[in-house]
């Protein structure tokens, strides 16, 4: 009997993930290039993405493309994409994962400036991302866009309302998107993660450590990895098969609000 192995052909893909250089971007880039594919990296921290793009490559023998520009600016990003290589152009997967949350206060007592951020970064650096790389997936027919929303995109909090308010547009844009693309052949994802451990809480408390530490105490949140692990799950479904939306959450939260701590 002749035993051959059979060669293993994995499909290298072009990833491109926005916000790489902490928490759930970084975990999802490490998940990419861990299974071979290569990536476009983007964040504004430029030595944080130099290092990882290191790192990944020399690990995993992947091509790492490291792009430095805040995703507020239209300009930046239409820029950076308008001026990638022929090459990397075949962006297969976008990962519109840069967002924040910052404070966390009653409507009428809020930093008017802090939602500027919110809803610059989380809303409208999705979109601009989106309108720039969705045109070159349209050209191949062919592609796959993952927004990362939030549990405080499928329930308001106290406190949240504008955070809450950027994820519930988030769900909405990942809807009208899907709606707009479905003829394109591109699928169009959302992942909504509950309390999961990152620098997000830092962000939020401005750096207040203690304050984000306690956001976590008691309970077992979800690690960058858990959700880094959801989004490539859903890259690998076949061709015919697509997840809307996924609601990934620690086992001990029930809901926005409701965080069973021991
Ligand atoms: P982190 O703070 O750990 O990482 C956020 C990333 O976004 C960083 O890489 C940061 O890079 C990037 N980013 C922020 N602002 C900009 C900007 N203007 N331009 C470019 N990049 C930017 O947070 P998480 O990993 O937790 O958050 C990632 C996403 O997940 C966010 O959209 C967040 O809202 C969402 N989310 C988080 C949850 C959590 O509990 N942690 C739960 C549910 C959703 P840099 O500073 O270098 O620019
Ligand atoms: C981050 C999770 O519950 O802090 O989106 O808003 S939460």
Known sequence: MLFAI???FIMTKIIFITGATA???MAIARKFAENGHNLIITGRRKI?????????????????????FDVRKSAEAESAIANLPEKWKNIDVLVNNAGLAVGLNPIHE?????WERMIDTNVKGLLYMTRFISPLMVA???????????????????????????KFAVDAITKGTRIDL???????TQIAPGAANTEFSLVRF????????NVYNGFQPLAAADVADAVFYVTTL????????????PTAQASAINIHKK
């Not at 479905?182 to 169009?188: E, F």
């Open 182 to 188: 479905v003829s394109h052949n591109i699928k169009v």
């Open 110 to 114: 809020a930093v008017v400036d802090d």
């Open 206 to 213: 401005k750096g207040d450590k203690t304050r984000a530490d």
């Open 6 to 8: 059979s060669p293993i």
């Open 48 to 68: 944080l993405l130099e290092e990882l793009a290191k790192e990944l490559v020399i690990n995993f023998n992947v091509e790492v493309l490291p792009l430095c």
């Open 140 to 166: 191949r027919q062919q592609g796959h866009i993952i927004n990362i929303g939030s549990v405080a995109g499928e329930e308001v909090y106290p406190m949240g309302s504008v955070y809450c308010g950027s």
């Open 238 to 249: 076949p061709p015919h098969v697509n997840i809307n939306d996924m609601v990934l959450m």
């Open 23 to 25: 928490g759930f971007g």
